[in-house]
């Protein structure tokens, strides 16, 4: 079983930056992938950028640019630095886990990202 912290997120103005981060603790296996997804109201959930434990990254095209994620293996945390935040970025973020020896995913509780213009 594995656990998601989320930290960070909050409230924005267009243009401006938030970091996110997510600490997995629990029984932690390699390989894995963490990463961010989100979900404004009515929409559906998407991705928005993921990392392995390999350090290889994919990124949605809406933020490529903008958001950089990153991970620290040694405190099983990824974090998500996301710049020149617009109002489209408003929307709930989730922390993922998936675990790649059975492909197993695991949720975070999501946090609110609010981007005023």
């Known amino acids: 079983q594995v656990e998601l912290s989320e930290s960070g997120g909050g409230l924005a103005q267009a243009g401006g930056s938030l970091r996110l981060s997510c600490r997995a603790s629990g029984n932690i296996f390699s390989p894995n992938i963490m990463g961010w997804y989100r979900q404004a109201p009515g929409d559906e959930r998407e991705l928005v950028a993921i990392?392995?434990?390999?350090?290889?990254?994919n990124y949605a095209d809406s933020v490529k640019g903008r958001f950089t994620i990153s991970r620290d293996n040694a405190k099983n945390t990824v974090y998500l630095q996301m710049n020149s935040l617009k109002p489209e970025d408003t929307s709930v973020y989730y922390c993922k886990f998936t675990e790649l020896r059975g492909w197993t995913d695991y949720w975070g509780q999501g946090t609110q990202v609010t981007v005023s213009s």
């Open positions: 990392i392995s434990s390999g350090s290889s990254t």
